[in-house]
């Protein structure tokens, strides 16, 4: 009896331990905020990610080393908060224990969060981060967006030869690592090239705040050319139209945290006519992108904004580099440190959202778009600037 | 120089105009149970949401023209809020107050009211924001370099009109008298014939009800709408009630405009960072000289 019972004990011990090993998945996390101040950028991401997932799995899994693996997306929500991010990272990585992160997209939340996946030696790739401070300095994070100091110049350009733009006013989210970065970077561009003083205004608000009119009527008053607005789109959606009803008529400009499925529900006709500078322009797209776009619209019922496309090609990118690795041994960290080999050895990628290859910091070399938001409410095309 | 100030007297009155609305629930409810009513901020927020289904319902599913919506709105909106303000007195204070259990209790349990009608919103309507459809066609006026629009001037207008309705039942009708006498003796007040249920219900059918058309009236102004948007602004509402001197009306009317006013002029001059600092530095030194707000008296007839 007693015999039995050891035997049994035994084999079910065996079996617990042989499973992981069995078991044919690879499991990469997904730290996106599917609540809080930008939910729409969490579902996107999701969206996007199930698309692959589905098309990986239905081909029957993704190949490595001669053997196929069958993805497990986990989707871990940090709820638009820095702190959440961070507690999502380090739950994806230790309880989870999945061999890469997709995530977080906002410079807010991958900041801190990337802190914690370079700590943890595990490969992280945020799609749509443009803050420098992402991947500065941490071999283990990517991310598949430019960066700022390349969009600064890129907005200030285009402002200078359409708008003729010899003054110009920001403002800005200061408690967002994303807008405030930007929003430095593009007042030391523009008064580099317009000559000092030329940014008359540089006012600043809160994540919560939903009264702008006294930093407008500040920026107003001192009759800019145009108005810079590097925010998210919620907070565009009410900054625009408080401009438009303190009775501003010029030009305002934005930047690649505008270009949210949800803008033009937030925004409405206020915003038609407005440029601001991102990562792909969904109208008049073509081949891999166009594909992308058609069968994601069928799908979900709306056009895929930047985030999607990103997430999309930087999943892919991880992929790649499991790939790349050439045999996963169901060791975590033998298998993280191969993944990030994979990374490295990713000279030239060829996404939806163009071209890239990474530089020794983890950023891509990529280009940047400039869209004009259509009376119908797209995104269309104005001009491609390349590094 | 003339034209940025009167612009920014505007702007303050409009946003002023929010934290007095709200302050005005905190003050009535305050003066009749001495409760703090931590969950009238989304009592607000649930009123711009019910006016957004209400707003929604009838443009998109029956073509009514805007103004009729509003028309339709403004009571729709003002009644359901406040079915839901009585609804929580009923399962959440009343209990409670009946078993006799301490103020700090009651107060608690506010909070908690306050969280749960964020969560259960964003449980059942999702975290995606909620455009409010725009009702009127809002003009933009320019007199002199000073900008003002049709929707800020009603806000403005609307506060004022809810102030006069509110002091005028509190001093001059049966139930405002009623409610007075609660606010002295809750115990001898029974004694006297006066239903104490009755006007506890009626205190926050008012506070509920101004709180949905503040809620309304900020749908309108800034139409983004999320389940956290009254948990900061009620705060924010009751500190100027507090200031005003909680339990009187005039208190939280004035308190709204003091808070609104220091926040905006604090923008327009120094930077946004200071905003909440200076704003409660100098919401905090009135305090010091006058603990009991500009119209509170210490113990004795509140509201």
Not at chain 1, 170 to 175: A, E, F, G, H, P
Not at chain 2, 47 to 71: D, E, R
Not at chain 2, 199 to 220: E, N, Q, W
């Amino acid at each position: 009896m007693r015999k039995t019972v050891i035997l049994f004990l035994a084999l079910t011990l065996s079996l617990a331990l042989a499973l992981p090993v069995l078991a044919d998945t690879i499991k990469i996390g997904f730290n996106i905020s599917l609540t809080g101040d930008i939910p729409k950028v969490g579902e996107s991401s999701k969206f996007a990610a199930e698309m692959l997932k589905a098309d990986i799995n239905g081909a029957g899994g993704l190949m490595v080393g001669g053997k196929a693996y069958k993805l497990d997306f986990i989707y871990e929500d940090n709820e638009s908060k820095a702190e959440s991010a961070v507690t999502a990272m380090l739950k994806l990585i230790e309880r989870d224990q999945v061999l890469a992160v997709v995530g977080p997209n906002s410079s807010k939340q991958a900041v801190p969060a990337g802190q914690i996946a370079n700590d943890n030696k595990t490969v992280m790739v945020s799609p749509w981060a443009t803050n420098p401070d992402a991947t500065l300095d941490r071999p283990w994070v990517f991310r598949a967006a430019f960066l700022d100091p390349f969009q600064g110049p890129v907005a200030v350009n285009f402002a200078v030869k359409t708008f003729g733009a010899k003054t110009a006013a920001v403002i800005y989210d200061l408690s967002n690592d994303y807008s405030k970065g930007l929003a430095e970077i593009f007042k030391q561009v523009f008064e580099e090239k317009m000559g000092a003083g030329s940014v008359v205004a540089f006012e600043s608000h809160g994540t919560r705040d939903q009264d702008f009119s006294a930093q407008l009527t500040t920026i107003i008053n001192r009759k800019p050319d145009f108005i810079f607005v590097p925010n998210n789109y919620n907070q565009v959606a009410l900054i625009v139209r408080q401009a438009r009803q303190q009775g501003y008529t010029g030009e305002i400009m934005g930047s690649d945290a505008w270009g949210s499925a949800e803008l033009m529900t937030l925004c409405g006709d206020v915003c038609k006519g407005l440029h601001f500078s991102t990562h792909y322009a969904a109208a008049g797209a073509t081949g891999a992108t166009k594909e992308f776009i058609d069968r994601y619209t069928a799908t979900y019922g709306y056009t895929p904004d930047d985030v999607a496309a990103l997430t999309w090609d930087a999943t892919k990118v991880v992929l790649q580099a499991i790939q790349n690795a050439g045999r996963l041994t169901g060791r975590l960290r033998t298998d993280r440190q191969a993944i990030l080999d994979g990374m490295k050895a990713i000279t030239s990628f060829d996404g939806i959202t163009g071209s890239m290859k990474f530089d020794e910091e983890g950023d891509p070399v990529k280009c940047a778009v400039v869209v004009q938001i259509s009376q119908t409410g797209e995104f269309e095309f104005k001009e491609s600037v390349c590094p | 120089m003339l034209e940025l100030i009167i612009q920014n007297a505007i702007n303050a009155l409009q946003w002023g105009s929010f934290y007095a609305l709200i302050a005005l629930g905190y003050t009535l409810v305050y003066g009749v149970l001495t409760l703090i009513n931590f969950a009238h901020g989304d009592v607000f927020m649930v009123g711009a949401y019910i006016a957004f289904f209400v707003a929604t319902f009838f443009l998109v599913s029956l073509g009514v023209p805007g103004w009729v919506v509003l028309a339709l709105c403004v009571p729709l909106t003002m009644i359901l809020t406040s079915l839901v303000g009585v609804t929580l007195e009923r399962i959440a204070y009343r209990p409670l107050r009946n078993k006799g259990a301490h103020r700090l209790y009651v107060v608690i349990t506010a909070l908690m009211c306050g969280l749960i009608l964020q969560h259960a919103n964003l449980a059942i309507f999702g975290a995606s924001r909620k455009a409010f459809p725009p009702l009127i066609q809002e003009h933009v006026y320019n007199v002199g370099g000073v900008s003002f629009t049709n929707l800020k001037v009603a806000v403005i207008v609307t506060a004022f009109l809810v102030f006069l309705i509110l002091h005028w039942i509190v001093t001059r009708t049966r139930v405002g008298m009623a409610m007075r006498a609660i606010s002295y003796d809750k115990f001898a007040v029974p004694l006297m014939g006066i239903p104490l249920d009755q006007i506890i219900v009626i205190t926050f059918v008012l506070g509920s009800g101004f709180a949905g058309l503040a809620g309304l009236l900020f749908a309108m102004s800034y139409p983004v709408l999320e389940p956290y948007m009254g948990a900061l602004i009620g705060w924010k509402a009751f500190i100027a009630a507090v200031v005003g001197g909680i339990g009187d009306i005039r208190g939280a009317f004035l308190g709204g405009f003091l808070l609104g006013a220091i926040e905006i002029l604090v923008v327009a001059f120094f930077p946004s960072t200071l905003r909440d600092l200076i704003a409660f530095t100098v919401l905090l030194v009135i305090l010091t000289f006058k603990p009991t707000g500009f119209f509170g008296v210490a113990k004795t007839t509140k509201i």
